[in-house]
């Protein structure tokens, strides 16, 4: 793993190509022979460079890369960031370097929540909702788990545990302000995972929140029949669906420096730091993905209507459900790839459109977000990127 297989020369030298695992060659791409131009016109079909047995589950698929040396939260120096792209459609894999098991950032379908009643979440609501992700994944995938009582993460032994520490507020009819509780396949950045955080609304004025993680590959319409379900069954206060970023809590500096390189050029991409966020989360839209839902406290008896004459208007869907409006920007989520000179028409016009609804002034991501004196509102500026695509 991460040792040379081959090489690619470039004008400027010979470059190593390394390999992301340890797997065993069946064939090279024999076209690469005569025409080895096709690894910069063709690099993700008639370019491709190996076959290999068995192949990569989707957390190790791709071409491996590595970056420049960033730093630890503490300021220690990490040796740099690994990064495996999947396909022409996003990255999937950033990892330290010298440390290739901490995952820093990965690429997902997420769909991050923003909760009302919260004492009703706590003492009925929030077991309802993990049965509902665990029913549309493979239970096998989710290996790990922490609680906020708890230092260190632990492997799972039987999912029935985990859903004992969920319904303990049930148990004891209290609300137990803070608990946090993280389910994943990995104690980093997860490819798929759940994460809930509690809070008693007679201490703080943040609400509670959850994140859904599916696999980056999953059908997307697995994310929107979990939202819709969302909207029909619980109460939120907000809701953001679509391809998003996870994230290393241990290592939030890092991430947000790789996450802002990748925000460039990934357009249609969510990003999300749910903590912070929850202060806010009354007093706006946190973003806006293919998938957004609206509570009735956003709202405020306000009707949504598509504007007729808008040349995006026909593949917007709003649906109106039990606990939120729920606006779906398009078939399919997209990443509004730059590079690939991908314009998501869609998911900025309705970004544009439900920009009165978004936070002006959203508390800042780390990294090179908040410590570039040249972007001071980074954040800010990439959230409202397709209202005001020249400050991004």
Request: hydrophobic share 40%; aromatic share 8%.
């Amino acid at each position: 793993m991460a040792r040379p297989f081959g090489a690619v020369e470039a004008d400027k030298g010979l470059y190593d190509l390394y390999a992301p695992c340890d797997r065993v060659v069946v064939r090279a791409n024999p076209e690469l022979d005569e025409s080895p131009s096709l690894v910069n016109t063709d690099c993700y079909a008639s370019g491709w460079l190996l076959e290999i047995d068995p192949p990569l589950p989707p957390r190790r698929h791709g071409v491996l890369r590595a970056g420049p040396p960033l730093s630890h939260a503490d300021g220690s120096t990490a040796g740099g960031l690994a990064v495996i792209l999947r396909s022409p459609l996003l990255v999937t894999d950033t990892w330290l370097t010298d440390a290739p098991d901490r995952t820093v950032v990965h690429g997902a379908l997420t769909l991050t929540l923003y909760l009302d009643d919260p004492r009703r979440w706590a003492l009925e609501l929030i077991p309802r909702l993990f049965d509902t992700f665990v029913h549309r994944i493979n239970p096998s995938w989710l290996q790990w788990y922490r609680t906020s009582q708890e230092s260190k993460w632990r492997l799972i032994e039987d999912l029935a545990e985990i859903r004992e520490a969920i319904v303990a507020g049930q148990l004891t009819g209290r609300v137990r302000h803070l608990l946090e509780v993280r389910v994943a396949d990995s104690p980093h950045a997860p490819r798929v995972g759940f994460l809930y955080r509690e809070v008693d609304a007679r201490h703080t004025s943040a609400v509670a929140y959850a994140q859904l993680v599916l696999p980056l590959d999953m059908d997307p319409n697995e994310l929107l029949a979990l939202a819709i379900e969302v909207g029909q069954e619980f109460p939120i206060v907000s809701g953001i669906g679509g391809y998003g970023f996870t994230w290393n809590p241990e290592l939030p500096r890092n991430a947000f420096r790789a996450i802002h390189n990748y925000c460039k050029r990934y357009r249609g991409m969510d990003v999300q730091t749910p903590e912070p966020t929850a202060w806010l989360a009354r007093t706006g839209l946190p973003g806006t993905n293919w998938l957004t839902l609206l509570g009735p406290g956003l709202l405020a008896g306000e009707t949504l209507d598509v504007p007729e004459a808008a040349e995006w208007a026909g593949d917007v869907a709003i649906l109106a459900l039990a606990h939120a409006t729920l606006v779906r920007a398009g078939e399919r989520p997209v990443t509004g790839d730059v590079n690939m000179m991908e314009h998501p028409a869609t998911l900025s016009g309705v970004a544009r459109w439900l920009a009165p609804f978004v936070l002006r002034n959203p508390p800042p991501f780390p990294g090179t977000f908040s410590e570039n004196e040249d972007e001071l509102d980074a954040t800010a500026d990439w959230m409202h990127r397709f209202e005001t695509p020249e400050l991004w």
